[in-house]
């Protein structure tokens, strides 16, 4: 069949069938595989230890999967295996989508991992039929009765195992630029053509002192210099160094400027694991406040988040804020920011 087309409602003689699939399809054509929204822009499905249980509960939230769509409309609670007795483990709470004639549906799990010297995190399903998003991991103690909120590490952020749901639908810019580029060019020419045709029949009409009177105006202006009050022309230079207004420094002169600008490092907010909470990097030239780094979510030693501020030149303009997902290993050592 050449040709397909779907979602038309039946007529008489002519009925017209669709599955489910048929719609998960269309849908995974335009739309990625993770967590929805809410109306507050707010992001569910959120992983919390109940204290003193070996269970973790999970908020309600949205997503989707394939094209396949999914709601937790209550808290649900999900309990762990039983810890081993010598060795730690890793388990990771996901969202699997089957599609196994026997199953065909999008359900929370707890996928526990292998107890080990050095657990590592279970692997996710994704295959023909089942389809796994990950929402958190935890390390499970050996010997111990109870989980631990700063040992659950948040993957709803991470792309690689779930991220937030996108549309696939791209814009063809490169085609538009190209448009433009050549109506600009075409433009162009045509518009220096028409002036050389004017010129030349305004030489024809004025003497030579009306000419060589326009032809002074038209060098001055030439000669104009380009300052922040006034039109003119002006000058690209390599250096970003100066203080002249006629001469603008090249994208390469600011990266340089950027690149071998020294600051001084001041920490601040010492935690009791010895952990500094905010840096700050301020420019050796001035002293003006460059960035600033702030540590914030879970517990020490596993903070959740990093948040970076960058500021002008003056020191108290906001230019960007980033801000950073932190994982870790059993180890408490930083593994990813993203």
């Not at 659950?152 to 792309?159: P, Y």
Request: proline share 3%; hydrophobic share 35%.
């Amino acid at each position: 069949m050449a040709e397909v087309y779907k979602f038309f409602n039946s007529a008489p003689g002519d009925e017209r069938w669709y599955y489910a699939s048929d719609f998960a399809q269309y849908f995974s054509a335009v739309l990625s595989s993770g967590l929805l929204s809410n109306d507050n822009n707010e992001i569910g499905l959120e992983v919390k230890v109940e204290p003193g249980t070996l269970s973790t509960n999970v908020s309600v939230g949205k997503a989707i999967i394939k094209g396949y769509s999914y709601e937790n409309t209550t808290n649900l609670t999900l309990k762990h295996q039983l810890p081993e007795a010598t060795m730690n483990r890793i388990d990771r709470i996901v969202l699997r989508c089957d599609l196994k004639n026997a199953n065909r549906f999008i359900k929370l799990f707890v996928v526990a991992g292998e107890p080990a010297a050095s657990p590592k995190v279970p692997e996710l399903t994704r295959d023909q039929y089942v389809y796994e998003i990950a929402i958190a991991q935890i390390l499970v103690r050996a010997n111990t009765s109870s989980l631990l909120q700063s040992d659950l590490i948040d993957e709803r952020a991470n792309e690689n195992v779930c991220g937030i749901v996108q549309s696939l639908v791209t814009v063809p810019t490169s085609v538009f630029q190209q448009q433009f580029n050549t109506w600009f060019t075409s433009y162009k020419n045509g518009r220096d053509t028409e002036f050389d045709e004017w010129f030349a029949e305004l030489q024809k009409v004025l003497d030579e002192n009306a000419a060589g009177k326009l032809l002074n105006i038209i060098n001055n202006h030439i000669a104009e210099v380009a300052t922040t009050t006034n039109k003119g022309h002006a000058q690209l230079v390599d250096d970003i160094n100066g203080n002249s207004n006629s001469l603008v420094p090249t994208q390469n002169a600011v990266r340089k400027k950027i690149e071998q600008t020294e600051y001084k490092v001041y920490k601040s907010g010492k935690d009791s694991n010895g952990i500094f909470t905010t840096v700050q990097y301020r420019r050796k030239s001035d002293n003006t406040l460059a960035a600033k780094s702030v540590l914030s979510g879970g517990t020490s030693p596993r903070y959740t988040t990093r948040t970076i501020t960058y500021y002008g030149i003056d020191g108290i303009t906001v230019e960007k804020t980033t801000v950073s997902a932190l994982s870790y290993d059993i180890d408490d050592d930083l593994t990813s920011e993203v």
